[in-house]
């Protein structure tokens, strides 16, 4: 049976479906008014894979991960590129799309905008406040009381007293506790607003997972997950106005992936330490970034460096160049065979992907022993559950990121006429001129393989 860590009660849970053979799950998206970073391609990729696992397990999975276009740090970077909100947020989600797809990561069943859902997110604070959890301040915004929650808290196992005496509480006279957070903004001179009982405004970033998950999924759904700086205050506050609103459990499993770290640091546009998807991507092949982040437990925190994504990158060709050795048999995944038993069991042990790797690994020499194709098959279906090894060995073998010539990497346009130049030496016996030309290639990093058929080549 599949084990999921809960947040919530901080231990490895059975998973239990809401309903049986189906699974609905809701994960925080993008803010989309800048790049994506390697902490938001970790999100991605994690809960896809979690996503990919629960389908391989045979249930069917409802997948929303939504978008907000509408927060203050869009209108800020808005105002200053002189656009319109539509016009930034469209641009990058247009770019967080390619980078997702760069990455191997499936599209989510839905994907809904913020601004799509004003109504739902008016509906459920009109509820709030019937239900005197919701009150509007002297400035205009609607917020949340949260002290009339009696379970808030829970999940991020912080108390009322250490929250009131934490950095995290603002200073707002017009609340009636300074812990309380806003429902509705009050509309500002020259700020995007809609219409709503309580005058022209915009929603607060909390309501909108709040009235999207609900709409979509219903007012309890199985698993939602999310970046484990959301765990407070965003999704302790989603549980406070989701419970509060409907009386009854939001959600059953939260799962909170690790931070990715850069000399022991967060990686974050705050900290000013952040690499973009789109930078990485010019120096590594996008299934090296993915599989670098899968090599690492998604609870565990992602130390970012040129060596990890090297060392990813070295491990992934050694697979490649079994796959390139014996060719892999069309064939469906055995799950009665030894390495498939062990990596189910790894991904029913809260979707532990380093030991899915590993069980690769050990495949992977059993088919480089035996030079079976069944087996190869074997680990390219395997693999293909993680979203790896599903394309052709010397396709990867061969590829060069764009920028990549940055790290010394020669273009594959040069590597054929030095090869072909090293043939025409080798048959004018010029046996000098064509160690040279191997010794170059070799130190570009590039390895030759001799046979009958020819000479091809691959990438150290």
Known sequence: MLRIYNTLVREKQDFIPLEPGKVRMYVCGMTVYDYCHVGHARVLVVFDVVQRWLRASGLAVTYVRNITDIDDKIIKRAEENKETIGELTERFIGFMNEDAAALGVEKPTFEPHATDYLPQMLKLIGELESKGLAY??????????????????????????????????ELDQSKQDPLDFVLWKHGKPGEPSW???????????????????????????????????????????EIAQSEGAHNGTFVNYWMHNGFVRVDDEKMSKSLGNFFTIREVLKKYDAEVVRFFILRAHYRSPLNYSDSHLDDARQALSRLYTTLKAVAAAEAAVDWNEAHAQRFRAAMDDDFNTPEACA???DLASEVNRHKSAGLAGQLRALAGLLGLLQREPQAFLQATPSGSTEKGELPAERIAALITARAEAKKAKNFAEADRIRSELAAAGVVLEDSAAGTSWRRA
């Open 136 to 169: 509007q301040a002297t400035g205009g915004d609607v917020n949340f009381s949260v002290r009339k929650f009696p379970g808030y808290g829970k999940l991020s196992g912080k108390s009322l007293d250490d929250l009131r005496a934490g950095e995290r509480v």
């Open 195 to 237: 219409e709503s009982p309580w005058g022209q405004g915009r929603p607060g970033w909390h309501i909108e997972c709040s009235a999207m998950s609900s709409e979509l999924l219903g007012n309890q759904f199985d698993i939602h997950g999310g970046g484990q700086d959301l765990q407070f205050p965003h999704h302790e506050n």
């Open 359 to 361: 069980a690769l690994f």
